[in-house]
């Protein structure tokens, strides 16, 4: 089982910028998809954005697309959310996952989660 650490989260205004980072505990990480997936108050939590083991492919609900970026470094087990221009619903925890594709949009490949990272955005 992968352990996840997301970091990075915190209080910005609206149009300004975070970068999230989520450490993985086991060198299995570099075959992994991975996402990022957030909860916002009173919702369920929501796909937000995945890239494929090897980097090659991203993916993004598009409410974020051209605001927000996935990446990746395997030699550091770790993927990143770059955040930009971000808005007052973009507030949640954020949580990444080992992802699949799955009816349309990707899911992640277990329900075991980290602590997550909450980013807090006001207008």
């Known amino acids: 089982q992968v352990q996840l650490v997301e970091s990075g989260g915190g209080l910005v205004q609206a149009g300004g910028s975070l970068r999230l980072s989520c450490a993985a505990s086991?060198?299995?990480?570099?075959?992994?998809?991975m996402g990022w997936f957030r909860q916002a108050p009173g919702k369920e939590r929501e796909f937000v954005a995945a890239i494929t083991w090897d980097g090659s492919s991203t993916y993004y609900i598009d409410s974020v697309k051209g605001r927000f970026t996935i990446s990746r470094e395997n030699a550091k087990n770790t993927v990143y959310l770059q955040m930009n221009i971000v808005k007052p619903e973009d507030t949640a925890v954020y949580y990444c996952?080992?992802?699949?594709?799955?009816?349309?949009?990707?899911?992640?490949?277990?329900?075991?989660w980290g602590q997550g990272t909450q980013v807090t955005v006001s207008s």
């Open positions: 086991r060198r299995a990480f570099s075959i992994l998809n």
């Open positions: 996952n080992a992802a699949i594709p799955k009816g349309g949009t990707w899911g992640p490949i277990t329900n075991s």
